[in-house]
Each structure stands twice: as structure tokens, then as C-alpha cells.
């Protein structure tokens, strides 16, 4: 690896975060609330969440099954997130038949890559979110024995959507980290951003789905830094 790659890594990450840490405004979380709420995404899962949480209440039949759901979707949802970011996220656009095949979510993230600290890129774009809920609404439809648990599923899916939405604001906007636990997570994504796109590849949670496909490194100074972390499949 050139010096020069691994020096200039280092320098983005310092600078990022020292700009961050320096900023005559301390951003309270109090303002980056009130700025999350004016992007769409948020709006668009807080209203599907909430249209399906009235709905599965006024439907009732409560069973045990609907107790299970939210367990087995907190369990794999890092998993999930991971092969999403891996899979789909940083897609590498290619031709089939002369035809291209990309997604606006690959092609997003790819922006998001060049420039993290755009706000409008760090959240879901709303075409794909449409075509999200609308799948997530036809699974409560179709896939599940009663619709009263696949509306328990949509609920906590829109739960799980708007807490992953606010974290990956967080991590990227203008509000230091506090705890160390939420630390831990914004380093470790500001790590995927800045020095290594092949690895930290979870956004709201350290050490889990990382550590299981083998992208969590013992040491972070010991990956090589990456000259295509703000170019997505550049030629190295």
C-alpha cells in the first residue's frame, strides 16, 4: 500500500472529526432531532409504523406468536443489515445482455460514499422507501398465517426502520457521541467511511454481524487504508 494512500486516509478521518469536535455550534441532541424530521424518510416509516400499529390493535387476537416476532427480528437484524449493506448497497453495477442493472439504492449509496456528511444521502431515498413499505405491507398480507402477526411484523419492522434511520443520522451529522456504546458504533462506521469500505459494515450495532462474516478487524490500524472508500468499485 502507498504511504501516501494510508497518510491521506488517516488526514480524512482526523479532519473529519476534528471539524466535528471543534465546531464553534455544539449541536445538542435536541437540534439534530428537529433536523431529522425535516427529510422524508422518517415521516414515510413513522406514518406506515403507526397505521399498522393502530390497525393490528384494533384487530386484536393477541398469541404468543406475536411476542416472538419482535425477538426473532432484534436477533437478526444485524445479520439482515449487514448482507443489505453488503448486497445491495455497495451493488457493483454491471451489464447483463447490454441491459445495466443498478438500483437507486446502490446508486445512492455510491453518493453517499463520496460525500458522507450530505445530509440528504445519509437517509433512505423515498422512491425505493415506497416500493419498501409496499413490499413489507404484502407480506403482512400474504406471507404470514394470521394478518394480524404480519401486522405485529410491519409494526416492528417501521420500529426497527425509524431507530437504524436515526442512528445512521446521527453517525454522519453534527452531534458528538456521548455514550460509549453509541461511540463504539459511530467509530466503527466513520471507520467503514473513511478508511476501509471493505469492512464495519453494520450501522447500529458493533462487534455482531462484523464479527461473524469475518469484516471486524482486530485492529483497525491494521487494515491497509482503501483509495475507493469515497469511490465505490473504482479501479484501485
Same mark, same amino acid.
Given at each position: 500500500?502507498? +504511504? ?5 486516509? $488517516? %488526514?480524512? !478521518? ?6 466535528? &469536535? ?14 431529522? #424530521?425535516? $427529510? /422524508? ?11 399498522? @400499529? ?19 427480528? !432484534? ?5 439482515? %443489515? #449487514? !448482507?443489505?449493506?453488503?448486497? @445491495? !448497497?455497495? #451493488? ?19 453518493? *453517499? *460514499? ?10 433512505? +431515498? ?11 405491507? &404484502?407480506? &403482512?398480507?400474504?406471507?404470514? /398465517? ?39 458504533? #459511530? ?32 485492529? +483497525? ?11 465505490? *468499485?473504482?479501479?484501485?
Amino acid at each position: 500500500m502507498d +504511504p501516501q494512500i494510508d497518510t491521506l486516509a $488517516h %488526514e480524512r !478521518l482526523q479532519a473529519a472529526e476534528a471539524e466535528q &469536535a471543534h465546531r464553534k455550534v455544539k449541536v445538542t441532541l435536541g437540534m439534530a432531532f428537529l433536523e431529522f #424530521w425535516k $427529510h /422524508p424518510s422518517p415521516w414515510m416509516i413513522t406514518v406506515s409504523g403507526s397505521a399498522a @400499529i393502530a390497525t393490528r390493535v384494533t384487530a386484536g387476537d393477541w398469541r404468543w406468536t406475536d411476542a416472538l416476532v419482535p425477538v426473532v427480528l !432484534l436477533v437478526t437484524f444485524p445479520v439482515v %443489515e #449487514w !448482507l443489505i449493506h453488503v448486497f @445491495i !448497497l455497495h #451493488w457493483r453495477p454491471r451489464r447483463v445482455a447490454g441491459i445495466l442493472i443498478d438500483s437507486e439504492l446502490a446508486s445512492k449509496h455510491r453518493a *453517499h *460514499h463520496r460525500d458522507p456528511r450530505a445530509l440528504p444521502l445519509i437517509f433512505i +431515498p423515498w422512491r425505493s422507501l415506497v416500493a419498501v413499505i409496499a413490499g413489507l405491507w &404484502a407480506i &403482512a398480507w400474504f406471507a404470514f /398465517p394470521r394478518v394480524e402477526l404480519g401486522l405485529t411484523y410491519v409494526s416492528c419492522v417501521a420500529l426497527i426502520g425509524i431507530v437504524y434511520e436515526w442512528m445512521h443520522y446521527l453517525i454522519h451529522g453534527d452531534y458528538v457521541p456521548k455514550g460509549k456504546t453509541y461511540k463504539a458504533v #459511530w467509530r466503527a462506521h466513520r471507520l467503514h467511511h473513511y478508511r476501509n469500505e471493505h469492512y464495519w459494515f453494520t450501522v447500529t450495532t458493533t462487534n455482531t454481524a462484523d464479527r461473524l462474516f469475518g469484516t471486524l478487524p482486530r485492529n +483497525p490500524t491494521d487494515v491497509p487504508k482503501s483509495e475507493t472508500a469515497k469511490n465505490l *468499485h473504482a479501479s484501485a
